[in-house]
């Protein structure tokens, strides 16, 4: 049974018998005849043609004339069982049977599927799963290899298999775990959309000043006006009070030098003086839950107007793109004129300022004609509409904020494992809670990048659109 070449499955088939491949063991008519299992092996589904015209060969040649009328050869190319019983002599063994079965089984060669699939480097980790095991999983159920770059550069994972429908159903089985994982906290945030302020140097002055005012030795304003517990800083004192009463009549015996009379001292008789340790600023703000770690840096001082998770080249590429395609139409919002904010005070985003989380300075637009707000809406929008945002964030409402402090920024010490998620912000409050920043102008959009920043400072700009630029600024 002859075939041309064909882009489909074909099975060859080994063998096996008394645990050699590829032979078969003959026995006469006299003797109880065997039946022959054979074992299929899948190849590739682009396999191509044999040397004779045909992809499966059959088994004799025209050589052979021991074949009897009770020998039966069926081949099938794809779904079907091929199926070979016959009987026939000892002596076919070794000149057709083996050999037209290998050539057979060569004639086929074995192949792979494969397909690449965009992840991009930050999601490896969640394909690899805690000790490999998620990969195995997948690799185990549908019977493929999953191949993932070690390179961060990298955003493809290679997926091989034996079949189209074990690498195509892998490949599905990883996108649910993107998608999950994507919804979920465990992937940060990449990107954000931002109105960078910290391009105005008198501004960064005043954001460096506010900090070491609150961290600065020489300051004092933490210290008053909090209700906090004075006993905590007391404690070494009370200490040295009980010390002090423990045996009040002690007497010492003192030898005088270069002399063999020696002098009876009666310590009752000496006073002694108690000092306070000088309490320490740093302490005293640690137990505030004030750290250096939450305050924010202020060459990166800006305005979010979107949060994105962009988690491979293509979508970073893709948010690039729409940014840009929208410059005119922000320009529109803007009523193609220039916009300056004035930021004023201080005010606590969650909980009280006894606990709170973030602290950041209200920003009021000047003229307070809305454009801000419309020019923010079309940024938005265009975003949502391109599948960059999730669900949650595109339901929020905007809130324009400065924030000054983000107790989320802390960094953990291996000496303090205690998690504190807040800080007292109460004495910050008194001294800054109508501090006036300043007004400033909006001169950019910026598609700006987390965790990484350029050398002025700023986090890294992707892409960024001007906003008009006619009003001179001293």
Request: proline residues 3%.
């Amino acid at each position: 049974m002859n075939q041309g070449q064909s882009s489909y499955h074909h099975l060859s088939c080994n063998l096996v018998m008394h645990g050699r491949k590829k032979k078969l063991c003959i026995e006469d008519h006299n003797k109880k005849q065997k039946i022959l299992n054979p074992v299929w092996r899948p190849v590739t589904t682009h396999a191509s043609a044999c040397q004779d015209g045909g992809d499966v060969q059959e088994l004799g040649s025209s050589k052979s004339s021991t074949f009897t009328n009770d020998q039966v050869i069926k081949v099938a190319a794809e779904g079907m069982t091929e199926l070979i019983e016959s009987d026939i002599t000892s002596s076919l063994l070794q000149d057709n049977v083996e050999n037209k079965v290998l050539e057979g089984s060569l004639a086929v060669s074995s192949g792979k599927h494969s397909i690449s699939v965009e992840v991009g480097a930050s999601l490896f980790r969640f394909i690899k799963g805690k000790g490999g095991s998620t990969q195995k999983n997948i690799e185990e159920e549908m019977g493929v290899k999953i191949i993932i770059p070690s390179s961060k550069e990298e955003d493809f994972v290679t997926i091989e298999g034996i079949s189209n429908d074990s690498v195509t159903l892998a490949s599905k089985k990883i996108q649910a775990i993107i998608d999950e994982v994507v919804k979920s906290r465990n992937l940060d945030y990449s990107h954000f959309i931002s109105l960078p302020l910290a391009i105005h140097p008198e501004l960064v002055n005043r954001l460096v000043s506010f900090q070491n005012s609150i961290l600065g030795t020489g300051d004092s304003c933490m210290d008053e006006n909090l209700d906090t517990d004075a006993n905590e800083e007391t404690t070494d004192n009370e200490e040295l009070d009980e010390l002090s009463k423990e045996e009040p009549n002690v007497a010492v015996e003192l030898k005088v030098k270069d002399s063999n009379e020696s002098v009876e001292v009666n310590l009752t008789n000496i006073p002694l003086v108690s000092y306070a340790p000088k309490a320490s600023k740093s302490s005293a703000l640690s137990d505030l839950g004030i750290d250096k770690s939450i305050f924010i840096k202020p060459k990166t001082f800006h305005l979010t107007v979107l949060m994105l998770k962009l988690w491979n080249k293509d979508r970073v590429k893709k948010a690039t793109e729409v940014l840009q395609n929208i410059s005119s139409s922000v320009k529109e919002a803007l009523d193609n004129r220039p916009l300056s904010v004035k930021l004023k005070g201080l005010d606590c985003m969650k909980g009280s300022l006894a606990k709170a989380r973030v602290l950041y300075a209200p920003v009021e637009e000047i003229g307070s004609e809305g454009r801000l707000q419309r020019a923010c809406q079309v940024i938005i929008d265009a975003f949502v509409e391109a599948g960059l945002v999730l669900e949650n964030d595109a339901n929020q409402k905007l809130k324009l904020h400065a924030t000054v402090m983000n107790a989320r920024h802390r960094k953990r010490s291996k000496l303090r494992k205690k998690k504190v998620d807040s800080f007292d912000a109460r004495g910050i409050f008194k001294q800054y809670g109508s501090e006036d920043w300043g007004e400033y102008p909006i001169r950019e959009v910026h598609l700006s990048q987390r965790f990484s920043f350029d050398e002025n400072g700023y986090y890294h700009c992707c892409a960024s659109i001007p906003f008009p630029e006619n009003m001179q600024v001293e």
